[in-house]
């Protein structure tokens, strides 16, 4: 049965389960950060999943990054995993500008000082939403 890392449920915000992930917000204003999380249990890899799982998951963080940066006008859309931390599967869209906080660095290790506040969170579900349409 899928349990969802304590860390990623209490850093991120639920936007969307879909059949087979979650679409979630990091609790971070400074960054556009979105998390996929595969919803089938025992997964730390991106081998761990079959190939079309994959590639639906991939693509998927390939077209919701570039549907977000035309739409917002970010500079720039970064995808990546590190699994170091929190060993759960996860995959890290997040959308840069160059004037954000850490830019050019990278947003790992950057201290999130700011959570989201209602507005914000409410506008970046409501594009996600939107992409899904």
């Known amino acids: 049965m899928f349990k969802l890392d304590k860390r990623l449920e209490s850093d991120t915000i639920l936007v969307k389960e879909l059949e087979s992930f979650q679409v979630r917000l990091m609790n971070a204003r400074q960054f556009f950060w979105i998390v996929l999380i595969p919803n ?3 997964l730390t890899e991106l081998s761990d999943l079959n190939i079309h799982e994959r590639n639906y998951l991939m693509n ?3 077209d919701l990054g570039k ?3 035309s739409s917002e006008k970010y ?3 970064n995808i990546g995993m590190l699994g170091n931390v929190v060993s759960q599967l996860h995959l890290h869209i997040v959308l840069r500008k160059r004037n954000d906080a850490a830019w050019p660095g990278p947003v790992w290790g950057w201290e999130l000082t700011t959570n989201l506040d209602q507005e914000i969170k ?4 409501k594009l996600i939403t939107k992409f899904l349409e």
């Open 67 to 69: 549907f977000i940066k």
């Open 40 to 42: 089938k249990p025992n």
């Open 75 to 77: 500079d720039k859309v």
């Open 60 to 62: 998927f963080a390939i």
């Open 122 to 125: 409410q506008k970046r579900s």
